[in-house]
């Protein structure tokens, strides 16, 4: 199956700025997925990035919050802009072939 | 929409008890159903999945058994050890989402000596 990697493993952010996650992929995939994990709750799904298209954003998330790249089939890219402390948590990206596999994750916290 | 809902939790058990963690879904077509653990400080992994009716799902003793009459997916376990406690998360994928997953709430469980 696929290893994923993702940068930074975590960070501490001030409110107002900006942070871009990058996740890369030891193969080529197709569909790539981020995913949310606020404190003590489930995933929920952000986005489904395809190469060569944009973004398809899930009910709550938009573009201009969440914007994401996806540049070639083992890249992405999320920024999560104009950061509060709600959005302090767990940024996941994943890929999936005959299962998901998930990256290890990005533990953001905003102060 | 696809659903997954799940007991609550924290659930709080002695080494060598019975586990069961309820899970039920809702899906338009044949969705693929999973469950994924994730231990204190580490990372979400896939435990065991089942991709159609009557499947049944096993790894490192727990078992899942793909219930499409009554759209569950329960998971069991006939003898827990403290190293099993963790939060479970049961999730389920369809094919038109392009294997994107919709997860439960989890459902942490505590196992003591």
């Known amino acids: 199956s696929a290893v994923i990697s993702q940068k930074p493993s975590r960070d501490i952010c001030q409110r107002g700025t900006s942070l871009t996650i990058q996740c890369q992929v030891d193969s080529q995939v197709t569909m790539m997925f981020w995913y949310r994990q606020q404190p003590g709750q489930s995933l929920t799904l952000i986005a489904t990035?395809?190469?060569?298209?944009?973004?398809?954003?899930e009910s709550g998330f938009v573009i201009d919050k969440f914007p994401i790249s996806r540049p070639n089939l083992t890249f992405s890219t999320l920024t999560v802009s104009n950061m509060s402390p709600e959005d302090s948590s767990i940024y996941l990206c994943?890929?999936?072939?005959?299962?998901?596999?998930f990256g290890p994750g990005t533990r953001l916290t905003v102060l | 929409g696809n659903s997954v809902t799940q007991m609550e939790g924290p659930v709080t058990l002695s080494e060598e008890a019975f586990l069961t963690i309820n899970c039920t879904y809702t899906?338009?077509?044949?969705?693929?159903l999973f469950w994924y653990v994730q231990y204190p400080g580490e990372g979400l992994q896939l435990l065991l999945k089942a991709t159609k009716a009557d499947d049944k799902g096993s790894n490192k003793g727990f078992e899942a058994t793909y219930r499409k009459e009554t759209t569950s997916f329960h998971l069991e376990k006939g003898s827990v050890q403290v190293s099993d406690s963790a939060v479970y998360f049961c999730?389920?994928?369809?094919?038109?989402?392009?294997?994107?997953?919709?997860f439960g709430k989890g459902t942490s469980l505590l196992v003591t000596p």
């Open positions: 994943s890929v999936a072939r005959d299962r998901a596999v």
């Open positions: 899906a338009t077509g044949y969705p693929s």
């Open positions: 990035a395809n190469q060569g298209s944009e973004a398809t954003y």
């Open positions: 999730a389920l994928s369809d094919h038109n989402s392009g294997y994107a997953l919709n």
